[in-house]
């Protein structure tokens, strides 16, 4: 098993039943792998330098991602942060279930 990190998957194709994955590294380098299976992990990252957070006073950690207690508050009691952006469960299902459960929680 290897991990290639840091590369762009530029084209994925099959031959001959052989799975095929051309990458593009940092240095713009390409190379092409025949692997068994595929597993591709994207990361996430926070846009909350968008936001003007400063502007607002909402306080962010290091990481960019927006500081909440466990009812999703921010800093500031009135304004929320569901989702990716506060960096806790970073799962595609969870901001759905987060906004229902601040909801209730406010009212």
Do not use: C
Not at 29 to 53: C, H, W, Y
């Amino acid at each position: 098993m290897s991990f290639v990190f840091n590369a762009s998957v530029t084209k994925v194709h099959s031959s001959h039943g052989e799975k095929i994955v051309t990458i593009q590294k940092k240095d713009r380098s390409t190379e092409e792998l025949t692997t068994d299976e595929i597993f591709l992990a994207t990361g996430r990252t926070p846009n909350s330098d968008k936001l003007d957070l400063d502007n607002a006073g909402v306080k962010q950690i290091d990481s960019g991602h927006i500081s909440v207690n466990n009812k999703l508050q921010t800093n500031i009691p009135s304004i929320y942060a569901i989702g990716d952006v506060n960096g806790t469960l970073p799962f595609t299902h969870i901001p759905g279930w987060k906004e229902n459960l601040s909801f209730k929680m406010r009212f």
